[in-house]
């Protein structure tokens, strides 16, 4: 069993909004492993050799990848023996409530409603699924509105109707090691870290936003993450 500490991002979707999405072009994957509350759908495309880690589960993915990772289920991705410098990948974002109870109750939503317990351990589609969706989770970002929340809603319905779908995760893994923040400096913190890890920085910057002295907060955060 993997035993790690864990990141809970907080990520920026926002309460007033459906969902969130992310498209990028990058060489490598630095983010640690880490849960949040929201379910992930991640698209990646041209990382071979990357090694993907859903809950206990382990494995080096193939040019194309497409998961699904439910609330709270810890996940990473790592560059590995991945060589490529041109790694395309969409990530989307959305509340585990966006379908209430009620609205998964009903018939019309069996599949949706699979889709959505399965993912509680993580879901791989298959390569070719993703082929198929693979213009349109791209383009997501691009449509805005109730047409974007109909496609995202389209492509998920999608996804429950495809087949060779694997879920990941053994069923009695438990995250391990949590850490948890009680206290909204070290959110605030966390938060910017998480909005802004692909760049270098600084504790003088961090130190700003809790307007604490930089040794201050130094020996501050040590002593209340752990880290």
């Known amino acids: 069993m993997i035993r790690h500490k864990l990141l809970r991002e907080i990520t ?65 991705w790592r560059t590995h023996n991945c060589t490529s410098t041109n790694i395309q990948e969409v990530t989307i974002q959305f509340h585990k409530d966006l379908f209430g109870e009620s609205l998964l109750s009903r018939n019309q939503l069996n599949m949706i409603r699979s889709l959505m317990e399965k993912a509680q351990r993580g879901i791989l589609f298959s390569q070719e699924t993703a082929k198929i969706l693979s213009a349109r989770l791209l383009n997501l970002g691009k449509k805005k509105g109730f047409d974007s929340i109909l496609e995202l809603m389209s492509i998920l ?62 020996r501050f955060f040590k002593n209340r993450s752990g880290l």
Do not use: W
């Open 12 to 76: 920026p979707l926002s309460e007033s909004d459906c969902f969130t999405v992310f498209s990028r072009t990058k060489s490598s994957f630095d983010y640690p492993l880490h849960y949040h509350e929201e379910f992930e759908l991640n698209f990646i495309k041209n990382a071979k050799g990357v090694k993907r880690v859903i809950g206990d589960h382990m494995e080096d993915i193939d040019d194309l990848e497409l998961v699904l990772v439910g609330p709270n289920l810890q996940h990473t």
């Open 157 to 218: 319905n999608d996804l429950s109707l495809s087949k060779d779908m694997m879920v990941l995760s053994n069923a009695t893994f438990n995250n391990q090691e949590v850490i948890k923040y009680n206290s909204r400096r070290i959110e605030k913190v966390m938060e910017y870290i998480n909005k802004n890890y692909q760049k270098s920085i600084s504790l003088q910057e961090v130190a700003q936003l809790t307007n604490m002295a930089e040794a201050a907060f130094s």
